[in-house]
T-cell receptor
Framework: GAVVSQHPSWVICKSGTSVKIECRSL??????MFWYRQFPKQSLMLMAT?????????EQGVEKDKFLINHASLTLSTLTVTSAHPEDSSFYIC????????????FGPGTRLTVT | AQTVTQSQPEMSVQEAETVTLSCTYD???????LFWYKQPPSRQMILVIR????KQQNATENRFSVNFQKAAKSFSLKISDSQLGDAAMYFC??????????WGAGTKLIIKP
């Protein structure tokens, strides 16, 4: 149980376009979802925290107009990278917590974004 | 603010031997959770072990165990009988009161056959 999926797993887009990444909790209701960014050989960097039906809380230094997060339901959160540029190329990971075990985050497999 | 420090960028161990990965943290909270996550080349984060701060007993999961020293704010991971499949990045993480994880920089574990 407690499976989180991400789609797509890998995406290439042209500079200036937007790309949407989906994060779904498959077998539980996610009270909170988190979005991370990970650069090669580095740790995870928290971008934002979102709760269903509420606006996401962004970490300092993360552009909320560039990284749009929507948490429309208890099983789906989306991250849209708007007007993507090559420097946005990275590995994006989502995680989710459930009410019954809020101390633990369940991670998606990640999405590799390449902007050309 | 809480911080998590992993001072070993890379560790190597002979297959079947035991290795210990270090982690220290800083917090003023008394109740919290600590985690060790494994990230293999697939980059899927996998929970290895969890420790609740109010529990004095060290957590164990099969070949994985921790040495939790609350006063010293130390949380090391011991891997016994190392296997080739244990090769990965290992991250120590602290869960704060906002349910966010504070991450260490990671330790790359190499298993020598």
């Amino acid at each position: 149980g407690a499976v989180v999926s991400q789609h797509p797993s890998w995406v290439i887009c042209k500079s200036g376009t937007s790309v949407k990444i989906e994060c779904r909790s498959l077998d539980f209701q996610a009270t909170t979802m988190f979005w991370y960014r990970q650069f090669p050989k580095q740790s995870l960097m928290l971008m934002a925290t979102s709760n269903e039906g509420s606006k996401a809380t962004y970490e300092q230094g993360v552009e909320k107009d560039k990284f749009l997060i929507n948490h429309a339901s208890l099983t789906l959160s989306t991250l849209t990278v708007t007007s993507a540029h090559p420097e946005d190329s990275s590995f994006y990971i989502c995680s989710a917590t459930r009410l019954a075990a809020s101390y633990e985050q369940y991670f998606g497999p990640g999405t590799r974004l390449t902007v050309t | 603010a809480q911080t998590v420090t992993q001072s070993q960028p890379e560790m190597s161990v002979q297959e079947a031997e035991t290795v210990t990965l270090s982690c220290t943290y800083d917090t003023s909270e008394s109740d919290y959770y600590l985690f060790w996550y494994k990230q293999p080349p697939s980059r899927q984060m996998i929970l290895v072990i969890r420790q609740e701060a109010y529990k004095q007993q060290n957590a164990t999961e099969n070949r994985f165990s921790v040495n939790f020293q609350k006063a010293a704010k130390s949380f090391s991971l011991k891997i016994s009988d190392s296997q080739l499949g244990d090769a990965a990045m290992y991250f120590c993480a602290y869960r704060d009161s906002n349910y966010q994880l504070i991450w260490g920089a990671g330790t790359k574990l190499i298993i020598k056959p």
